[in-house]
């Protein structure tokens, strides 16, 4: 079988990808490992920058994300009992949106289905083969069979585990990475927000994050071990660890609840370089991680696919190469900076093991700077309401 683009994974990059080129007339198959319940039963990224949502309404699935989301126009940053807002509008003329990622995945995949979008699902060994011809093809088995997709380019949009980046050879391939020593615990609950905005808590005990998904429907994540599990963590012991991360205030507030979901995520930061070999381009979480402090995990996978479809039209429309030759000085651009602002906000917010009163001190300084600093205050609305494409 033959198709234009050949995309691996069927994550919010894939989908997003291969709904945008739809929309162009441009043909692809979406190869997914999982299920499609298994792959929306993960929770995951809540907060989307602009450009995330302009191409969603390009895409044209945005109308349940026009009419759920909910527009945040700042956030609160608390240090222990202190707190104060940082207002995105007044620093940058520019709000985020919440909206869950799941959510939007399954916009997406109605999105897909509707238009007969070919999504192939529980595909194994998934292989790709002369990426650095102008005639690549993948092979994957899928019910016992062996199947085989010629292409003109292969999208690798297959996460952090996936095959797409260990297929770039070693030689060409540069990796970048940070590990934190702690991760964060997360749960879902069926319970209202404890604030209207989001709030960044550093506290002796740790970070803690108070988020949402809708009014009714709140995420909460605190600054865990590496070593602990989920089950290690009761509703309760969650609730009350959280409680005591918070200003009094917020603590007073919080609506507790059973929880729908609790998972951890170790932090990390990871980049890949470069994102393009030949005509396998890697996008989103397979080319990049950041810690979610900041939330531009989703959102950075948002801006690969805008360059690489940018890129796609280019070639397919105008027979110009330059898009596509450029995508992964492009896409690297972007990227680093989100991972600037990750790793700063990360460093700001959390306690890490080996701090001294020193280094207290140092991050004490820091959140007292932002606090006052109305210049501090601009730098941090203008990262987390997303740079430019
Ligand atoms: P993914 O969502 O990982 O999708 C990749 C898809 O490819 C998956 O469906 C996978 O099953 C499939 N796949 C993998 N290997 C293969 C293969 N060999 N063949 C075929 N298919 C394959 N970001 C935030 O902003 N805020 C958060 O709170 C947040 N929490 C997170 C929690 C966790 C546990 C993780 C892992 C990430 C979190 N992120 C968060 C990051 C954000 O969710 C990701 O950046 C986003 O999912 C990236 O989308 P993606 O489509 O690039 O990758
Ligand atoms: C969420 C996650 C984040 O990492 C963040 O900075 C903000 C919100 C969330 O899951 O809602």
Known sequence: MRTQVVIIGGGPSGLLLSQLLHRKGIDTVVLERKTRDYV?????????????????????????????SIVHDGTVIAYGEDQFRIDFQQSTGESVVVYGQTELTRD?????????????????????????SETPHVTYQ???????????????????????????????????EKLYPFGWLGLLSDTPPVHPELIYSNSERGFALCSQRSWTRSRYYIQCSLSDSPDDWTDQMFWD??????????????????????????????VTEPMRWGRLFLCGDAAHIVPPTGAKGLNTAASDIHYLYHGLLQFYQEK??????????????????????????????HRFPEMNQFDLRMQQADIDFLRENKDAQKVFATNYVGLPF
């Open 108 to 132: 997406l995949y109605d999105a897909r289905e509707a238009a007969d979008g070919k999504i192939v699902f529980n595909v194994e060994n998934v292989t790709i083969h002369d990426a650095e």
């Open 320 to 349: 110009d190469s330059e898009g596509i030759g450029r995508y992964s000085e492009r896409a690297l651009a972007r990227i680093w900076k989100a991972e600037r602002f990750s790793w700063t906000t990360t460093m700001l917010l």
């Open 241 to 270: 660890e959280l409680r005591r991360r918070l200003p009094q205030k917020a603590a007073d507030e919080l609506v507790t609840g059973p929880s729908i979901e609790k998972s951890i995520a170790p932090l990390r930061s990871f």
């Open 40 to 68: 929306l039963g993960r929770i995951r990224a809540g907060v989307l920058e602009t450009g995330f949502v302009n191409l969603m309404r390009e895409a044209g699935v945005a109308e349940r994300m026009d009419a759920e």
């Open 142 to 176: 899928c019910d016992g069979q062996e199947h085989r997709l010629d292409c003109d380019f292969v999208a690798g949009c297959d996460g952090f585990h996936g095959v797409s980046r260990q297929t770039i050879p070693l030689s060409v391939r540069r990796e970048y």
